[in-house]
């Protein structure tokens, strides 16, 4: 049951995630309509799908998710007359309070479709509705309570077709103490495939609270490989007042350019960092001033600077190349790849030349250098 006062005020995690997803809709949706302006003959429209949209804005005032997009919307004059808005909530009262937040947006009349706002409770009826249609290229929000409603499915429905990529948010400890929990047990297997589902319950029993959420999430985003999606990126959220986990935003895309947008976007909400490599997180203590050494022990960049020398052993790749086969699933951005190649080149560890046959600039790397590892 949904808490009366989570939208009394937006907490910093809130905001932060709102951040996320409306710095990449913004993104997104301009490459999206880059290439519809290149194929004129297919569909001209674009959507943003929002199922747990809640009420609009905080009762502080502060304007929720739904509100940023259509806002943003609106200032731009292609995404104006291309956006599709849906945006759902099972809650009635929240609904209603959307439809009218949404009214209230200064020049909303001029979007050509007008958004729509759906009363539905998230379940198979949606999931099937989704599965049968073939989807324009679609943003697709998730934001439960809980993990009600939350599915494999549920993602794979949207993101099936063309230019179609999803975000969900998750209460990281709901499901963990659901995975225990027999009385949840179909919408863990929902959540996770059936065989993962009981082989997870199995393995948790002797993991402490890192091993714990560390199985978890690489399961979770295992199960929604398995299930079609090559990119699956994690970001994590934690609790100012407990100090440990308390949600996590996945993103889920079948396409390299979304997961590289994605990449960037996190990474720059990351509050901490080392040696120049995001942690992919938001931890409130991060924004702390650092008492101790221990901060300083973890060297991320050293570890790729070893594998890259191990994985393109006598290769011989573009910048880009090395960049784009080597950084999915790993915390590292192109800049990471640029800094690295750029020592190993001054070491003479590796030749580099560009496609003009130049000598790469001091203090650059550009995309187009191609680099031959010498061992």
């Known amino acids: 049951m949904k808490n009366s006062n989570f939208f009394d005020e937006q907490l910093e995690q809130s905001l932060v995630k709102s951040t996320i997803v409306s710095k990449y809709f913004g993104v997104w949706s301009k490459v999206i309509i880059s290439t519809q302006k290149r194929f004129p003959r297919n569909s001209q429209k674009i959507a943003y799908i929002d199922l747990f949209a809640g009420p609009g804005r905080y009762k502080d005032g ?3 998710t739904p509100h940023k997009i259509l806002s943003n919307a609106i200032e731009d004059v292609d995404l104006s007359e291309r956006l599709v808005a849906v945006f759902n909530d099972k809650d009635e009262t929240n609904s209603q309070e959307l439809e009218k937040t949404i009214l209230e947006i200064p020049k909303i009349d001029t979007l ?16 099937l509705k989704f599965e049968k249609i073939n989807l324009i290229p679609t943003l697709f929000f998730v934001d439960p309570w809980g993990y009600k409603g939350l599915s494999l499915r549920l993602v ?19 499901i963990n103490m659901g995975l225990s929990n027999d009385k949840v047990k179909s919408h863990m297997e929902a959540l996770f495939g059936k ?23 690489e399961e979770l985003c295992q199960a ?21 986990t308390s949600h996590h935003l996945i993103f889920v895309s079948k396409n390299f350019k979304g997961y590289e947008i994605m990449k960037e976007i996190m990474a720059k909400e990351s509050t901490n960092e080392e040696q120049g490599v995001p942690s992919f997180a938001y931890d409130p203590a991060d924004l702390m001033p650092k008492q101790t050494l221990l901060f ?17 052993s006598k290769k011989k790749l573009t910048m880009h190349e090395i960049y784009e086969q080597h950084n999915v699933d790993t915390p590292y951005i192109k800049k990471n790849y640029k800094e690295v190649l750029k020592e190993f080149y001054e070491n003479g560890l590796i030749d580099a030349i560009s496609s003009k046959n130049k000598l790469p600039k001091a203090g650059t790397f550009g995309d187009d250098i191609i680099v031959t590892f010498k061992n």
């Not at 949207?158 to 998750?170: E, L, M, P, T, Y």
């Not at 589902?197 to 978890?216: C, F, H």
Request: charged share 35%; with cysteine; net charge positive.
């Open 112 to 127: 050509k479709h007008k958004p729509e706002i759906w009363n539905q409770e998230v379940g198979e009826n949606i999931v």
């Open 224 to 244: 929604l490989k398995e299930y079609g999606s090559r990119y699956v990126l994690p970001f994590r959220f934690r609790d100012s007042n407990k100090k440990k």
């Open 156 to 174: 794979n429905s949207v993101v099936k077709d063309w230019g179609c990529d999803a975000i969900f948010f998750f209460n990281y400890n709901r």
């Open 62 to 64: 502060t304007m929720s």
């Open 296 to 312: 300083k022990l973890s060297r991320p960049l050293d570890d790729l600077k070893e594998d890259l020398l191990k994985v393109f």
């Open 195 to 217: 065989s993962r589902s009981e082989k997870l319950k199995i393995e948790l029993d002797s993991k402490g609270a890192v091993q714990r959420e560390l199985l978890i999430i």
